[in-house]
């Protein structure tokens, strides 16, 4: 028996638009309806952990292990996920100073674990894409460069901005941070691909290691 979706959060959004509602309740309107042994809310928050956690083309195999999501359902979420990737997406916005991007990033800070994205930029500090790089766990997520520069490599990136949420709200660089993005600039030298900044991101407000003198290349 299906469990259908309650009234009340189409109406609202109806009422108040499409910024009213979160992102489950968003995914819960895409999907319609639930199952008895897997309620719509669960399947939702499950379908949106899917969607942030998914690695590239990977997100039809992610959505098939979700309990209770048939083909019809794994395709409304990817033609919605990818339809909007067209229609909205980041790419092409201009990049004038790394700060920028946080607005494009911004959902993240409300994640419970954290979330390392790398950002890629085309010679014209265009946005290329806005990649998931590691999930992690509510204090730390771990990256290596071959994560960070290989996606920069395949879409021939110019630079690349780094950035991840601190759930704990602490806007304040962990040595962990510090480390990994020492590392990383290091291999950004050899490889071509400069690192433009590392940003920290909370519900609030952001870090820029490069506006605290903490990055130390030049794009």
Known sequence: MDIKVKPDIRELTLRNGLEFPNDE?????ILGT??????????????????????????????????????GKILQIAAAVEYGR???????NRISHPSDVVPFVAHFALKKKEYFLGVTLNGNHEIIQIHVLSVGTVTSSVVY??????VAMNENAAAIILCHN????NLEPSEQDIETTDKLLKASEIIGIPILDHIIINSMNYYSFLEHGLLFTSG
């Open 86 to 92: 067209r229609k909205h997406e980041s790419t092409g």
């Open 145 to 150: 460069p071959r994560e960070v520069f290989g």
């Open 166 to 169: 601190h759930p704990s709200g």
């Open 25 to 29: 309740e968003l995914v819960m309107m």
């Open 34 to 71: 639930g199952t008895k042994e897997f309620p719509i809310r669960s399947m939702a928050r499950a379908v949106n952990n899917a969607v942030d956690e998914s690695f590239g083309n990977d997100l039809l195999e992610s959505l098939r292990k979700i309990k209770g999501m048939g083909d």
